[in-house]
């Protein structure tokens, strides 16, 4: 028999899961996350491990979902120098590389950059030859200085051929160098999906060796299972995979979070709030998957175009902070974090938190201690908390009709049954783990987002190419392709292009390849 480990690392806890093939929690454990983030998943993975009383050797698979990715853009730490390739002078000379990018962070990635000519029309025509002799002189001089390389052609997601000319040029003559394209990141739009894919090649060395040190912590525990990573639109893929795109890793935890609150609920539409020990992050799943963003995202304080959850995240959680100045309460957004356990009142400690609120209030019965703060104040706090989460409710809602909330996260419990906007609040079993189990239950899927030029083919045509070569890419991601399904087939009609253009959006799951669950 085979059992599934689904591992989250968060910014205040770390949670763990052991599934059965048919999605039964066997055990479920939530440690404190340490300095030493590896750590902290050994120490969740023997503990679920014990709780379960099974043999290191019954895990086949275990997910991972991780924050490594995003604390190295957000902290500016541990990011690789990148050089850039922009392929389609001169037509894109006006605004270079890195353009709106925060100085701090600009400073850590860029190594060099050049625009060469070369790149497509929206019709996929080529715009001239690919200038190879440039890109080669560029790379003599700054390849001993940069580690990756960001490829960005104008209009690729119609036609690459440019950049995987670009990318077989590469790997050739520079193999020490790792690429990253722009049309197997992010979607049509030049600038956002040139930063997309320089964050992406910005964050390869981290996603290497977060790898290493998962498969060292689960190795260590004696697990040999095959390894994945949660990515942002709530499924998995395989290691290799992983490395490739780990950017695709960012805001996976609370999309995790939004999958794990479907399959508990057994719900397919409703609102999701994850609350956790530091923040809360509020969204919707739409057939238990959870609702994209259609804008532009900022990753880091970057304008980006790839795929990310619809969310809006709160600075509110279990360990956040209350004060009152001149008579006005905040809570948060700052947070004790994972030192709730030492600082706050219900535990012996001095700092007033969101968690002493809902004891104040009777919401919630945790800890050793009765918090020392003020009635008067307590109720304004905890008012002030439920006020931030019903704007969150109101702001990602679709319409004004209350619609039912799936809370999440073990902060969760510290939430009223009854919600402005919210016609009920559900709290389904192992509502506190459900990161992990969202990890833990997830497929694989692929994705498309092309312009597609409709003169001479059919629309089914078109669609089922889409569809192919979605299935393509979620089977490199490691799905099994029999068992892929079609999520979503959406086409937008660009009437402002000639050849009667048309935006397909294609995306499949599947269930993992030699996984008999």
């Not at 270079?96 to 850590?108: A, Q």
Request: with cysteine.
């Amino acid at each position: 028999m085979k059992y599934r480990l689904g591992i989250d690392v968060g910014g205040t806890n770390t949670d763990a899961v052991i599934l059965t093939p048919d999605d039964r929690v066997v055990a479920k454990t939530k440690t404190p996350v340490t300095r030493d983030v590896v750590s902290s998943i050994r120490d969740a993975v023997r503990t679920v491990l014990k709780n379960s009383e099974l043999p290191s050797f019954a895990i086949s698979h275990a997910m991972l979902g991780t924050t490594q990715v995003t604390n190295a853009i957000i902290e500016r730490q541990r990011l690789n120098k990148v050089a850039m390739i922009r392929i389609g002078a001169p037509a894109t000379l006006a605004v270079p590389p890195l353009t709106g990018w925060p100085g701090s962070l600009k400073e850590v990635v860029q190594g060099a950059s050049i625009t060469v000519r070369g790149g497509h029309e929206f019709d996929g025509r080529p715009m001239g030859p690919l200038a190879d002799d440039d890109i080669r002189r560029f790379l003599d001089e700054h390849a001993k200085s940069c580690s990756s390389v960001a490829v960005t052609a104008v209009f690729s997601p119609v036609n690459a051929d440019h950049e995987l000319a670009t990318r077989d040029l590469i790997v050739e003559e520079y193999p020490h160098l790792v690429v990253s394209l722009s049309h197997e990141v992010g979607s049509v739009g030049l600038l956002e999906r040139e930063n997309a894919t320089v964050l992406n090649a910005a964050v390869n060395e981290v996603a290497s060796l977060a790898a290493t040190a998962f498969e060292d912590a689960l190795r260590e525990v004696g697990i040999d299972a095959a390894l994945f990573f949660a990515q942002n639109d709530g499924t998995l893929m395989a290691m290799d995979y992983a490395l490739r795109y780990p950017i695709l890793t960012v805001a996976c935890g609370p999309t995790n979070s939004m999958r794990g609150a479907a399959f508990l609920s057994r719900l397919d539409d409703a609102v999701i709030i994850d609350v956790g020990g530091t923040s809360s992050d509020i969204g919707m799943i739409r057939g238990g998957f959870p609702r994209q963003s259609s804008l532009a995202v900022e990753v880091g304080g970057v304008r980006t175009n790839f795929r990310m959850p619809d969310l809006i995240a709160l600075g509110l959680g279990g360990g956040s902070r209350v004060r009152e100045v001149d008579g006005q309460v905040t809570v948060g957004p700052d947070s004790v974090g994972y030192r709730i356990i030492q600082q706050a009142h219900v535990f012996g400690g001095d700092v007033l938190t969101f968690t002493d609120v809902a004891v104040n209030e009777g919401k919630a019965s945790i800890g050793h201690q009765s918090p020392r703060a003020a009635k008067k104040l307590s109720q304004k706090a905890y008012r002030e908390a439920l006020r931030l989460i019903e704007e969150g409710i109101d702001r990602i809602k679709t319409s004004a009709e209350p619609v039912p909330l799936i809370a999440v996260g073990g902060g969760s419990a510290l939430l009223p049954e009854h919600l402005e906007g919210v016609s009920e609040v559900i709290r389904p079993e192992h509502f506190d783990v459900a990161n992990a189990i969202g990890a833990a239950i997830a497929q694989v899927s692929g994705r498309v987002d092309r312009i597609y030029a409709m003169t001479g083919r059919s629309r089914d045509q078109v669609i089922g190419e889409a569809i192919a070569t979605a299935k393509a890419d979620a089977v490199r991601a490691g799905a099994n392709h029999d068992t892929l399904e079609i999520i979503e087939v959406e086409e937008i009609p660009l009437a402002y292009l000639p050849s009667n253009a048309s935006r397909v959006r294609v995306t499949v799951a599947g269930q993992l390849a030699g996984d008999e669950s």
